[in-house]
């Protein structure tokens, strides 16, 4: 089929979108669009849907019971030149640095983030794993315009749960550069009995190495226009020019870039990036965690990787988990563990005296993260760049379908009152990708209805799926609870949901790149 115009124009999508960007798309591609012939689809005309600023979202965050105390915060995001061990390279960034400042607040206090947008394009922020109030969300234009050039917005919201979070730009692949970092909500009657407290935010970079996250989606797919401002482009940004060494850089990435993991189904990746990063900084820059010998240190993990999925362990020590995505799991102990992008986990590590390397290790091909746990009684590590090889890399490896939910956080057993189905595609072998099926463009729901989601996954690789202000049990997986849960190729996973967040919300593949090329549609509430 031919058609005039980028194939890939998801502003577009949103635009005629009271039914899901995913499914829209696929009929723009002529790979069918969805159909709402099921027998749970309403008349569209009858729906009645709930917008973020309709008085729904108010009482929802009303129910959410503020404690009185408030959190400022004031974050710019910025053109800025950041030093990657010694290196330095021109990103986009908050607080400018290669990763933004760590946030902490306790459950229930009141967050108040003022962001000031100094970048040359549009932005926004998404506070990822909050069940946040609709018009706080930050995902454009679903919740919120674009902040403008030389524009302010207050993010004004409530935490309601305790956990290891995190933030980032909602804004085309912005987030591939230096816009994200960690959110921590505290827990009051936190039982771990951890001694120390640390973050580890992994990441994979390629901006200001000769390219720049545009070009490389621009080589994965020449079609989209690889605009700045928004997923897809919807956010307001213009298209942008690549340099021919850009995109030179970027077409010797993406040919590279492929690997393959047999817990992850097969192929990994894309893109070959250059570098990995844990708390901004390269393996030659380690960050150093201290701690007394014999301390509980809990390590919060969150992959904030675009397309890098990590395996994760601690040389000379296991890892006892203790929660998944902010949510609390059953203890259990490992020696690795697969951490696909934009999920978190809390370990604990009995920390023996020494100096013992961190290491993430890239999935299913070369590449490595680290940095170093140290107790306060051994010597600095004399090279700190250790390489990417440690023994409890190919030790005991826990994979996610094996852990289980603490029982304070289980979901109540109940029947799903919805039951819906969707597909995720790629469109033959073009990087384009989608979420298709006759429920894909109707996903709607009443107030304090059971949602379920069954996802086939009829592609050939694997994708970390992610709801918007909400988070959902797995029940194959004894109802671990998560925000972004990883589908294998060939495979079906279902989850389930209370639908108790009214208003709008992006369901997506949290592949940067599988999302900017099409993976997504939207969450709606109905009256």
């Known amino acids: 089929m031919t058609r005039s115009g980028p194939i890939l ?54 129910a959410r019971g503020w404690n009185g105390r408030e959190v400022p915060v004031a974050l710019t995001a910025a053109v800025a030149t950041v030093d990657l061990g010694g290196r330095l390279v021109d990103t986009w960034s908050y607080g400018g640095r290669a990763v ?28 990822h794993g909050i069940r946040i109030r609709n018009d706080m969300d930050g995902a454009a234009p679903v919740t919120q315009d674009p902040i403008g050039t030389g524009g302010d917005f207050l993010y004004d919201f409530v935490v309601p749960d305790p956990g290891t979070h995190w933030y980032h730009s909602h804004s085309g692949l912005q987030a591939d550069r230096g816009l994200f970092g960690a959110l921590v909500i505290e827990d009051p009657d936190d039982t771990s009995g951890a001694d120390v407290d640390a973050v580890l935010v992994l990441d994979d970079w390629v901006d200001g190495l000769g390219t720049t996250p545009e070009a490389v989606l621009s080589a994965l797919n020449p079609a989209i226009s690889g605009g700045h401002g928004g997923h897809g482009g919807h956010g307001g940004g213009a298209a942008v020019e690549h340099t021919a ?9 993406v040919s590279g870039g492929h690997g393959s993991s047999d817990p992850l189904g097969g192929m990994t990746q894309h893109i070959g990036y250059p570098l990995h990063l844990i708390n901004g900084r390269p393996p030659n820059d ?39 995505d902010g949510f609390d799991v059953t203890p259990t102990t490992t020696d690795t563990l697969i951490i696909g992008m934009a999920q978190r986990y809390d370990v604990l590590v009995t920390l023996k005296s020494g100096a013992w390397p961190i290491v993430a290790k890239v999935e299913g091909r070369d590449g490595y993260a ?29 994979p996610e379908s094996a852990l289980r939910p603490a029982d304070s956080v289980r979901l109540e057993s109940r029947s799903p009152d919805r039951d819906y189905r969707v ?41 970390p799926m992610h709801t918007h202000g909400h988070t959902f049990a797995v029940p194959e997986y004894g109802g671990l609870r998560r925000d972004t849960v990883n589908v294998l190729p060939g495979t079906e996973l279902a989850i389930e949901f209370d639908a108790d967040n009214p208003g709008e919300w992006m369901f997506h593949c949290h592949n940067a790149y599988h999302f900017e090329a099409g993976m997504t549609a939207n969450l709606r509430y109905i009256r």
């Open 9 to 62: 124009d998801r502003r577009g999508f949103l635009r005629i979108g009271s039914f899901g960007a995913g499914a829209v798309g696929l009929g723009v591609l002529g790979l069918g669009a969805a159909s709402c012939s099921s027998e749970q689809a309403e008349p569209a005309a009858a729906l009645d849907y709930i917008a973020p600023t309709d008085p729904e979202i108010a009482a929802a965050e009303a």
């Open 100 to 127: 933004a400042p760590e946030l902490r607040a306790s459950v229930r206090d009141k967050m108040l983030v003022s962001v000031r947008n100094d970048l040359p394009t549009d932005t926004t922020l998404h506070w």
């Open 245 to 253: 060494d850009e995109s030179s850089a970027a077409l010797a990435l």
């Open 286 to 324: 380690p960050e150093v965690v201290t701690a007394a010998p014999g301390s509980r240190v809990r390590l919060r993990i969150v992959n904030a990787a675009a397309e890098t999925p990590y395996r994760f362990a601690v040389a000379g020590h296991e890892l006892t988990v203790i929660a998944a």
């Open 370 to 398: 680290s940095s170093v746990l140290r107790s306060n009684d051994a010597a600095p590590l004399p090279n700190p760049d250790i390489g990417g090889s440690i023994a409890e890399l190919g030790g005991r490896l826990l």
């Open 423 to 463: 597909e995720l595609i790629q469109a033959g072998d073009r990087y384009v990708w989608g979420m298709a099926g006759p429920d894909a463009g109707k996903l709607v729901m009443r107030e304090g209805e059971r949602i379920r989601i069954t996802m086939a996954n009829n592609s050939t690789m694997w994708h």
